[in-house]
């Protein structure tokens, strides 16, 4: 998910982006911000077209998702809160 948002500042933003990852008491928090051109839109594409399903992915994915604009930059966010599916994290990190 973090991937797809940097893909996007670099081929549609066309600029330089920053990554932030913030933990909190609900979970984890990402930004992708940028200054470049353009606006991120969630895309509909249908079956038979090659790209636009990044960002519907990263909202269907992500437990909040978001777009803000303003000041010359934008900021695409998302959270993720944990999970019973993620106890393997847990387990697999104590036995390394």
């Not at 984890?28 to 470049?36: L, M, Q, T, Y």
């Amino acid at each position: 998910m973090v991937s797809e948002l940097a893909t996007n500042a670099v081929q549609h933003a066309q600029s330089e982006f920053t990554v932030s990852v913030e933990e909190t008491a609900e979970g984890i928090r990402v930004e992708v911000r940028d200054s470049g051109i353009g606006q991120p839109v969630v895309g509909s594409p249908t079956p038979k077209d090659v790209s636009g399903r990044g960002l519907s992915i990263v909202k269907t994915m992500s437990e909040n998702f978001g777009i803000e604009t303003g000041r010359g930059e934008k900021l695409v966010w998302f959270t993720l809160s944990p999970s019973d599916d993620a106890t393997w994290l847990e387990t697999s990190s104590a036995a390394d």
